[in-house]
């Protein structure tokens, strides 16, 4: 019974690339959440998002970045043009709707 | 609308209790607690969805007070692998599915 995946577990990117992170939630889960977390700080609500469908975004900077949950495939939170500062670890959880939130391992973005 | 967690930071010998609390200046319908170790994934380790109800999880447990917003985790007789940053999480009484994490409290645990 596989958990959360994510891909890539480490991204480095050059500042004006493009970064694409990947998220399959657990078997049987429809909703997809995005959190990202600063060095030595919390966890911060981007986005949640249903099959098809964003829910939430309302932690997601309006800019370059946009996430997805196509009908098949994995979950996508998509950043371009990176900049120093979107250097994080980037986690997704996923639920069946019924509250608990189980997370992947995330991804560390490194943009240098 | 970020709960506040207290203390910031813990630092126990092993076998000592601690209780970390976390509240809300809005009426919750559910608290989450987390347990995240250095360069690892939060780890889920409980729900707690009604007021006055009280969890617990090995020697670890919580309770909820819903008229007061505030829930507190307490850990008795805590071990080593009871080291790492404690998350609460809060879903507002709207039930918008969003859970909104404080700042976490980073407790140590000496042998």
């Known amino acids: 019974n596989a958990g959360v995946m994510q891909n890539p577990r480490h991204l480095v990117r050059r500042r004006g690339q493009e970064a694409r992170l990947r998220c399959s939630p657990m078997k049987g889960h429809s909703h997809v959440y995005w959190y990202r977390q600063l060095p030595e700080e919390g966890l911060k609500f981007m986005v949640y998002l249903q099959k098809e469908n964003i829910i939430d975004e309302s932690g997601m900077p309006k800019e370059r970045f946009s996430a997805e949950f196509p009908k098949e495939g994995p979950s996508i939170l998509r950043i371009q043009q990176v900049v120093r500062g979107d250097s994080a670890a980037y986690f997704c959880?996923?639920?069946?709707?019924?509250?608990?939130?189980?997370f992947g391992p995330g991804t560390r973005l490194t943009v240098l | 609308q970020q709960p506040v967690q207290s203390p910031q930071a813990v630092i126990l010998r092993e076998g000592e209790d601690a209780v970390i609390n976390c509240s809300s200046s809005?009426?919750?319908?559910?608290v989450h607690w987390y347990r995240q170790k250095h360069g690892e994934a939060p780890v889920f380790l409980m729900i707690?969805?009604?007021?006055?109800e009280q969890k617990g999880h090995e020697k670890i447990s919580a309770s909820f007070n819903e008229k007061k917003q505030q829930s507190s985790l307490y850990l008795t007789a805590s071990q080593l692998s009871y080291s790492g940053t404690y998350f609460c999480g809060t879903e507002l009484l709207n039930r918008d599915d969003k859970i909104i994490f404080g700042k976490g409290t980073r407790l140590h645990i000496l042998p």
């Open positions: 809005k009426a919750l319908y559910s």
């Open positions: 707690l969805l009604k007021g006055g």
């Open positions: 959880a996923s639920s069946s709707g019924t509250d608990t939130q189980y």
